[in-house]
C-alpha cells in the first residue's frame, strides 16, 4: 500500500548503490500462537541483524483467515475495506511504546483509497485476497469473502501492508535494533459487513473468525560496507504519524455544527473526513431487506455524506481552505483530494461512489454539473439502500493543511502547521439528517525517528 504524501529527503539515510555487495535477507517473524481470535493481540518481535539494513515499508502480514457459521441461512459477507479491517490497532516499540494507530481499518482504507489510482485500488484489495473471486469492485467494501454463509468454515488466505511511523520511513533503516509490532485484531462488527441476505429476511445467525499461520514478513540486506553506508550511528528518518478522533452527529442534525477537534501535532499536513450511519437496528430486520444486524458501518468505512454543503477548518487566525469546500460539489471535493495528496493518480474513490447523500432530495443534486440517476433511496435501521441493494460508497475529504510543497510526490518538502487542541471544525448539513451519524477525523503529520545504534533505542517526535 503506497501513498502520495512528499517526505524530504535530507532526514533519511542514502539510498544504498546498486554495486554494493550484499546478501538480500527475507526475514520471516511467525506469530507466537496458532490461533486468534477477535480481540486477542498478535506480537512480533523482529530478529536483531547486525551489519545489515531493513525496508521498513515492505512489512506485510499474511495468514489464514477461517470464518465459521453457525446457521444455515445464506448471507454474503464481505471485509469492511480490505484485509486491514482484521486489525482496529497496531502499535510500534522499541524498549519502549512509540506509536499506536487506532481505528486501523478506517486509517488503511481512506489511506489507500486517497493514495491510489483505481486499478492500483483494485490490485490491492485481489492481492489482500487472492483466492478469492471479486465479482464486483465495491470501492470500500474489498473482495465478496463468503458467497453462501452457512454453518461450518470457510478459509481464506491475506496479505496485507501495514501502516504507521516505522512502516512509513521509506528507506532503509538499521536492522539491530529490538523492533516489536503490535497487532490487535478486530472485533467481526467492525471487520465484517454483511449484505445480500436470504430473501425471507431471517437472520443469518451469528459466526466467529480466527486468524491462523499468522507472520510478519520483510525484507532487508546483509553487507560488510553496512559502516561505509551508514556511517553516522545515529541516524534520523523523517516519516508521517496518525491520530484519530471520532465524533457523533446526531439525527436530525441540520445547519451549523462545529465540532472542536482535540489534536496535537508540530507539523500537521492533512485533515481527512470520513463519515457513516451507525447501525440502529438489532436482531431480524424482517421486511426491510436486512436479514441479521452484523455491521458497525452498514454501508462501510466512510460510506456517505450527512448532506453535507460546506466545510472548513478554523485554528487561530486562519483557515482551510480559505473560503468553505463546497461539499456537494463532488467534482471539487475529488479535486480538492487530488491536490491534498500532492498526486494526480490519486482518486481510487470514482466519482459514482462519491455522490451519496444521506437523502434523496441532495442525493440527485451532489453535483450540480451533472445529475445522478433517478432512484428511491431508503434508510432501514441504519443502513441506506437504493433498490434494495445495500450501497457500498465512499464520501472522503482531505483538507490539505500543509504550508509549502514542491507538487510532486516525494521530491518535495511539505511544512505543516503546528496544531494544539481547539481547532473548529465547521460542518454545513443542508438537510436533516435521517440516521445518527459517525464522523472519523483522521490527522495526518509528519514525524521525525531518532534511531541511536549506540544505546540501541528509538525516539520519536510528533
Not at 536492522?175 to 467492525?190: G, K, R
Not at 429476511?201 to 553496512?226: A, C, I, K
Not at 463532488?330 to 481510487?348: K, L
Request: aromatic share 8%; proline share 6%.
Amino acid at each position: 500500500m503506497s501513498n502520495a504524501f512528499a517526505r524530504p529527503s535530507e532526514f533519511s539515510s542514502p539510498e544504498p548503490s546498486a554495486h554494493y555487495p550484499a546478501n538480500k535477507l527475507y526475514p520471516v517473524v511467525p506469530a507466537p500462537l496458532a490461533s486468534y481470535g477477535p480481540g486477542t493481540t498478535i506480537l512480533f518481535r523482529l530478529p536483531a541483524y547486525q551489519n545489515a539494513f531493513i525496508d521498513p515499508s515492505s512489512f506485510r502480514v499474511s495468514g489464514l483467515l477461517n470464518i465459521k457459521g453457525t446457521a444455515a441461512k445464506t448471507a454474503q459477507i464481505n471485509i469492511n475495506s480490505s484485509a486491514s479491517s482484521l486489525f482496529s490497532k497496531i502499535q510500534y516499540s522499541s524498549g519502549s511504546q512509540q506509536e499506536t494507530v487506532d481505528q486501523y481499518p478506517s486509517t488503511a482504507h481512506v489511506i489507500s483509497t486517497l493514495g491510489l489510482a483505481r486499478y492500483e485500488r483494485a490490485a490491492e484489495i485481489e492481492a489482500a485476497l487472492g483466492d478469492n473471486s471479486i465479482a464486483v469492485q465495491r470501492p470500500n467494501l474489498g473482495a465478496e469473502m463468503v458467497a453462501a454463509l452457512t454453518a461450518g468454515t470457510k478459509t481464506h488466505s491475506f496479505s496485507v501492508k501495514l501502516l504507521g511511523s516505522l512502516a512509513d520511513i521509506t528507506k532503509p533503516i538499521p536492522a539491530n535494533f529490538n523492533y516489536a509490532i503490535e497487532l490487535t485484531l478486530a472485533s467481526v462488527a467492525n471487520a465484517f459487513v454483511a449484505s445480500n441476505f436470504a430473501v425471507d429476511n431471517t437472520p443469518f445467525g451469528s459466526f466467529d473468525y480466527t486468524l491462523t499461520e499468522v507472520r510478519l514478513s520483510y525484507v532487508g540486506s546483509e553487507t560488510p560496507m553496512y559502516r561505509e553506508l551508514f556511517p553516522n550511528p545515529v541516524g534520523v528518518y523523517h516519516s508521517i504519524a496518525y491520530q484519530t478522533y471520532q465524533h457523533t452527529i446526531p439525527k436530525g442534525a441540520v445547519g451549523r455544527i462545529n465540532v472542536t477537534l482535540p489534536f496535537t501535532a508540530s507539523s500537521a499536513t492533512n485533515l481527512i473526513l470520513m463519515f457513516e450511519a451507525t447501525n440502529e437496528g438489532t436482531g431480524d430486520h424482517t421486511g426491510d431487506g436486512q436479514g441479521g444486524a452484523l455491521e458497525a458501518c452498514p454501508a462501510g468505512i466512510g460510506s456517505i455524506s450527512p448532506n453535507l454543503t460546506q466545510v472548513q477548518m478554523t485554528y487561530g487566525s486562519k483557515s482551510w481552505p480559505t473560503n468553505p469546500l463546497r461539499a456537494n460539489f463532488i467534482s471539487e471535493v475529488m479535486e480538492n483530494n487530488r491536490i491534498a495528496m500532492n498526486s494526480e493518480v490519486s482518486g481510487a474513490a470514482k466519482r459514482s461512489a462519491m455522490s451519496k447523500c444521506a437523502s434523496s432530495a441532495m442525493s440527485n443534486a451532489i453535483d450540480m454539473t451533472r445529475a445522478l440517476p433517478s432512484a428511491t433511496y431508503t434508510l432501514a435501521n441504519g443502513a441506506f439502500t437504493v433498490l434494495g441493494t445495500v450501497l457500498s460508497n465512499n464520501f472522503v475529504i482531505n483538507l490539505d493543511l500543509s504550508k509549502t510543497h514542491s507538487g510532486r510526490a516525494h521530491e518535495g518538502v511539505f511544512s505543516g502547521i503546528g496544531l494544539s487542541s481547539n481547532q473548529i471544525l465547521s460542518l454545513d448539513i443542508s438537510t436533516a439528517t435521517p440516521a445518527v451519524f459517525n464522523m472519523r477525523a483522521l490527522l495526518v503529520s509528519e514525524t521525525l525517528i531518532t534511531l541511536d545504534e549506540t544505546t540501541n533505542t528509538m525516539s520519536t517526535a510528533f
